[in-house]
């Protein structure tokens, strides 16, 4: 299991970064916890890499703080943070091998040469790099040259790591792959990660916690479970998993049914007791090995989807109109 002690915690206290022409980051305050697997999640240019930036002192704060491990990063420079940072991507030295990449940042440090061989084979290990360490970063795929600026960002033993899109050049068997492996070594060093990517189900697979970027704000920070099964906003619930939002009467509300909690009845009288109906034309039926899944069309145009385990025969031919209905205890409101 995880040794969270050896990972730092991190607090950001109502942190903004202006632009002259835009605000970047709008008075973000967050906790990552020791030892946590933290992802940043949003939309291109909601503010994730920013405030990964700020973390790792490359930006400025225009207000607020930031807090590593209890101290406070005022005026504390990049190197000083102790570290470890990842890029989509972290240029290799090319002229250097796998183990003389991975050993230099040893070397910056004056760690005696045969312990820096120790750590860096012990580090390349970690990545999954064993056997691989007179290679050149060109003699390596883009996944393994990775592993290599993994392996390099950990062999210090910094108690933060920070990943910022580190998979988002890789094809999506090996990103899945890689998704894996991270979770593995998380769980191995106990280092805070703090991970950055606009891809959900990366999210959802990798992390302890997720915080929701949108317009230079975390809309919402929690498990994968709390964002999916009660998301703070309409923005969480559209961006994380699928939905149908159906907006309430009074235009204030909207409800969010998940496409496992939707049902589709042939009439309003299959309904039971006491749940709501919504007439819905059915777009598309969708085999999907599991199940199947249903396109659905709202009275306003809104479309929605839901599954099911059983095809729903009679739906078939020239009948696609179908009653929507659900459980409302598992269908959150949120205001709209
Ligand atoms: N150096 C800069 N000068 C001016 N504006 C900037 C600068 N860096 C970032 N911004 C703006 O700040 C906002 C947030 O950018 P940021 O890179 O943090 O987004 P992001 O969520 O990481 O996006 P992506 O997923 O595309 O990397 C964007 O509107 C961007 O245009």
């Known amino acids: 299991m995880a040794d969270s002690t050896r990972g730092a915690g991190i607090r950001l206290d109502g942190v903004s970064k202006h632009y002259p022409k835009s605000i970047a980051l709008d008075n973000v305050s967050l906790d990552v916890k020791a030892g946590e697997f933290m992802t940043f999640l949003g939309p291109s240019g909601s503010g994730k890499t920013t405030t990964l930036n700020l973390i790792a002192g490359f930006t400025e704060l225009t207000t607020g703080s ?6 406070l990063m005022d005026n504390v420079p990049v190197h000083k943070r102790e570290l470890g ?19 230099f940042p040893l070397g910056r440090r004056r760690v005696p040469k045969a312990k820096a061989k120790e750590l860096a084979l012990a580090a390349l290990a970690t990545a999954g790099l064993k056997g691989y360490e007179d290679r050149f970063p060109k003699e390596l795929s883009g996944g393994q040259q990775q592993r290599v600026a993994l392996a ?65 704000r975390i809309e919402q920070v929690g498990t994968a479970q709390d964002l ?12 994380i998993g699928e939905s149908t939002v159906i907006e309430n009467a009074d235009n204030s509300t909207v409800t969010v049914v998940r496409p496992e909690r939707g049902e589709l009845y042939a009439d309003e009288n299959q ?12 777009r598309q039926a969708i085999y999907l090995g599991s199940g199947w899944k249903f396109e659905i069309v709202l009275p306003g145009g809104e479309v929605g989807v839901v ?16 009653v929507l209905s659900w459980n409302p205890a598992l269908a959150p409101s949120l205001a709209a």
């Open 271 to 282: 309904v039971p007791a006491g749940q709501p109906a919504i007439r819905v034309h059915v």
């Open 152 to 216: 390099r960002a950990l062999v210090f033993e910094p108690r933060v790591l920070l990943l910022d899109e580190p998979l988002g050049a890789l094809d999506k068997k090996l990103r899945e792959q890689l998704q894996l492996e991270l979770r593995r070594v998380h769980q191995e060093v106990g280092r805070t990660f703090v991970f950055v990517t606009h891809d959900q189900e990366e999210a959802l697979t990798l992390s302890d916690r997720i915080a929701v970027f949108n317009e230079g």
């Open 85 to 103: 940072i990842v890029f989509q991507h972290y240029a290799l030295f090319p002229h250097l091998t796998v183990l003389d990449n991975v050993t």
């Open 228 to 239: 999916y099964e009660r998301p703070a906003s309409r923005f969480v619930a559209e961006f």
């Open 307 to 322: 599954r099911s385990n059983s095809q729903l025969n009679w739906l078939s031919g020239d009948n696609s109109t179908a």
């Open 66 to 71: 930031v807090t590593i491990d209890g101290k």
